[in-house]
């Protein structure tokens, strides 16, 4: 079965950083395009960053320059490094398997919650 398992969520102040990570089993991670989404109470799921099984990387256009996605096939984990974080960045953080687009989810995980606040 498909398994996805977030972590490294947390309280943080803002301008701070967090590195999430995401625990994969169940699937060929390695060939898998990955996306972590949020969201934030009331309101609906977004599409964070993504990452091919190349490497290559796509953004949503309020994280680039803030936020890193980065692969690491061996240990079947993907990793979502924040920094400069604002009290907006504020949600469930969601790692999933990539659907027909970016913008479409074939399996995510549990979540986990990163706060920003002072």
């Known amino acids: 079965q498909v398994q996805l398992v977030e972590s490294g969520g947390g309280l943080v102040q803002p301008g701070g950083s967090l590195r999430l990570s995401c625990a994969a089993s169940?699937?060929?991670?390695?060939?898998?395009?990955m996306s972590w989404a949020r969201q934030a109470p009331g309101k609906g799921l977004e599409w964070v960053s993504g990452?091919?099984?190349?490497?290559?990387?796509d953004y949503a256009d309020s994280m680039k320059g803030r936020f890193t996605i980065s692969r690491d096939n061996a240990k079947n984990t993907v990793y979502l490094q924040m920094n400069s974080l604002k009290p907006e960045d504020t949600a469930v953080y969601y790692c999933?398997?990539?659907?027909?687009?970016?913008?479409?989810?074939?399996?995510w995980g549990q979540g986990t919650q990163v706060t920003v606040s002072s």
């Open positions: 999933a398997i990539k659907g027909r687009s970016w913008f479409e989810f074939a399996y």
């Open positions: 169940g699937f060929t991670f390695s060939s898998s395009a």
């Open positions: 990452i091919y099984s190349d490497g290559s990387t």
